[in-house]
């Protein structure tokens, strides 16, 4: 069974620092994997997707089939990135079943 | 344009009764998702519907809870006997066809008391 795991559960930086939010997945076919993101009091939405390769709002996360990571990367943390954060496995065959890791609480620190 | 809505937005309940919470997607989209939002437990998949086709249920924890979604529009989810560890924020999603991205209501917020 496909299965996404995000180790850390709060990550916390200060304003201007390198953000990584790591995300691993296990699934043996290949996976379609996004980023959702929840702001305080808003909605769960989509950030990112990977075969899409863009950058959003200053992110940008790489599949990594070798190590079965896609890690979503900021170079510079802004306070407004302050947000919990999802990484979603998509599988071939699943309709558009989505499975989510258990999110990791980024904040920013001035 | 609306989004998908849900409601009721909190609900209070006592141990042992049942609830129902409703989801209105987004006209036209066929897939539609109930997920479970606990406090370390990040996004529980529970049950997914899309078009006519039979639902997946294998997130359903336990036979207490059912969904059912009439005229492939609305759906509702019912928790039976409810017990303490239901208390959750329920969010509903829907999606359209092959799509691959997931439109999230406000969701839910259950206390179970």
């Known amino acids: 069974a496909q299965r996404v795991t995000q180790p850390e559960k709060l990550l916390s930086v200060f304003k201007g620092a390198p953000v990584e939010l790591k995300c691993n997945y296990s699934?043996?076919?290949?996976?379609?994997l996004f980023w959702y993101v929840q702001y305080s009091r808003q909605r769960l939405q989509l950030l990112l997707r990977?075969?899409s390769r863009e950058s959003i709002k200053g992110f940008t996360a790489d599949l990594n089939k070798g190590e079965t990571s896609f890690h979503l990367k900021k170079p510079f943390a802004q306070e407004e990135d302050s947000a919990m954060y999802y990484c979603?496995?998509?599988?071939?065959?699943?309709?558009?079943?989505?499975?989510f890791g258990t999110g990791t609480q980024l904040k920013v620190e001035l | 344009g609306a989004g998908v809505s849900q409601s009721p937005s909190n609900k209070v309940t006592e141990k042992g009764k049942d609830v129902e919470l409703r989801c209105d997607p987004i006209?036209?989209?066929?897939?539609l998702y109930w997920y479970r939002q606990s406090l370390g437990q990040g996004l529980e998949f529970l049950i997914y519907?899309?078009?006519?086709?039979?639902?997946?249920k294998s997130g359903l924890p336990s036979d207490r809870f059912s969904a059912e979604r009439t005229g492939g529009s609305v759906s509702t989810l019912t928790i039976q006997r409810t017990q303490q560890e239901d208390s959750a924020v329920y969010l509903c999603?829907?999606?359209?066809?092959?799509?691959?991205?997931?439109?999230f209501g406000q969701g839910t917020r259950l206390t179970v008391v």
């Open positions: 979603a496995l998509k599988v071939t065959g699943g309709g558009n079943k989505l499975t």
């Open positions: 519907f899309q078009g006519n086709s039979a639902p997946d």
């Open positions: 006209s036209g989209h066929t897939a």
């Open positions: 999603a829907s999606s359209p066809f092959l799509s691959w991205e997931a439109f």
């Open positions: 990977h075969i």
């Open positions: 699934y043996s076919g290949s996976p379609e």
